[in-house]
T-cell receptor, first 113, second 112 residues
Framework: NAGVMQNPRHLVRRRGQEARLRCSPMKGHSHVYWYRQLPEEGLKFMVY????????ESGMPKERFSAEFPKEGPSILRIQQVVRGDSAAYFCASSPPAGREQFFGPGTRLTVL | TQLLEQSPQFLSIQEGENLTVYCNSS?????LQWYRQEPGEGPVLLVTVVTGGEVKKLKRLTFQFGDARKDSSLHITAAQPGDTGLYLC????????????FGTGTKLQVIP
């Protein structure tokens, strides 16, 4: 039973480019969460999605960031026109319907040059 | 916004020592989870506590949920270098509410 998968594991972008981070939840999980983590810091909630719905995006910056979880395929976190301050580790987690526990992927480490 | 404060923030101890990490809030949580995160990896779920006063043991780790469900502790007996990592508590403020609040984290280093 595969766990949560994220790709790429490492992503390097130059300022102004777009970054696309992918997350495939565990089998049977319909809820996906995205978090950002800066070095030496905890996890900061960004967005909570169910299939084809954004449930809570209160942690997402208002500009340049968007997320989706389509009916088919992985969840995508998209960052447009990246800036150096976007450099961080981005983690995806998934949970089953009504589940209280979240299971995390290995993360994508984004570096903006 | 429900906050989870963890203490201490950093902890460096010798192998074989015991330690306790605390997770406190002014709000009631329907359950609390503890995760461990190693460098370069995602957090791994260790345990979930649900009932006020509940105690769960995982080998040398003992987890306790406060009677009022506002706090939790993690006690490690005879720490080993493999216990090194970032420990995070987390919880949903209400049953059935999926958004989880994460604690501020405790970074543990166990020196051989």
């Amino acid at each position: 039973n595969a766990g949560v998968m994220q790709n790429p594991r490492h992503l390097v972008r130059r300022r102004g480019q777009e970054a696309r981070l992918r997350c495939s939840p565990m089998k049977g999980h319909s809820h996906v969460y995205w978090y950002r983590q800066l070095p030496e810091e905890g996890l900061k909630f960004m967005v909570y999605l169910q299939k084809e719905n954004i449930i809570d995006e209160s942690g997402m910056p208002k500009e340049r960031f968007s997320a989706e979880f389509p009916k088919e395929g992985p969840s995508i976190l998209r960052i447009q026109q990246v800036v150096r301050g976007d450099s961080a580790a981005y983690f995806c987690a998934s949970s089953p319907p009504a589940g209280r526990e979240q299971f995390f992927g290995p993360g994508t480490r984004l570096t903006v040059l | 916004t429900q906050l989870l404060e963890q203490s201490p923030q950093f902890l460096s101890i010798q192998e074989g020592e015991n330690l306790t990490v605390y997770c406190n809030s002014s709000s009631v949580f329907s359950s609390l989870q503890w995760y461990r995160q190693e460098p370069g990896e995602g957090p791994v779920l260790l345990v979930t506590v649900v009932t006020g006063g509940e105690v769960k043991k995982l080998k040398r780790l003992t987890f306790q949920f406060g009677d009022a469900r506002k706090d939790s502790s993690l006690h490690i007996t005879a720490a080993q270098p493999g216990d090194t990592g970032l420990y995070l508590c987390a919880g949903p403020p209400q049953e059935g509410y999926q958004k989880v609040t994460f604690g501020t984290g405790t970074k543990l280093q166990v020196i051989p």
